[in-house]
């Protein structure tokens, strides 16, 4: 299960930390990130960290957006500076996760949203 939290409504130019906690049976976390969604548009990819650090980021999201994450805490982060109000949408984590050492292979979970507002 994922938990996301710290949206809000903020002005141009704030900064929000979005964070997400896993729970329930976790044997072992793979790739996480964050996806949004805003009204009227596709869900699309923000930003994504292997378990080794690697970070990807969506094109919108380079020189702005950190993600991060703390395995012992089973928390991902997403560190959002410079906000825009094109960046207004509902923020979800993804995490993909092995939950038995009997079916070794990852599933992917989806957090329930949380909302980013950014007024002008």
């Known amino acids: 299960q994922l938990q996301a939290s710290g949206g809000g409504l903020v002005e141009a130019g704030g900064t929000l930390r979005l964070s997400c906690a896993a729970s329930?049976?976790?044997?072992?976390?793979?790739?996480m990130g964050w996806f949004r969604q805003a009204p009227g548009n596709q869900r699309e990819l923000v930003a994504m960290?292997?378990?080794?650090?690697?970070?990807t980021y969506a094109e919108f999201a380079k020189g702005r957006f950190t993600v991060s994450r703390d395995d012992d805490k089973k928390m991902l982060y997403l560190v959002m500076n410079s906000l825009k109000p094109e960046d207004t949408a509902v923020y979800y984590c993804?995490?993909?996760?092995?939950?038995?050492?009997?079916?070794?292979?990852?599933?992917?979970?989806w957090g329930q949203g949380t909302q980013v507002t950014v007024s002008s």
């Open positions: 993804l995490a993909n996760v092995i939950t038995s050492t009997y079916i070794p292979s990852y599933t992917a979970y």
């Open positions: 329930g049976t976790i044997v072992k976390v793979g790739r």
């Open positions: 960290i292997s378990p080794e650090g690697s970070e």
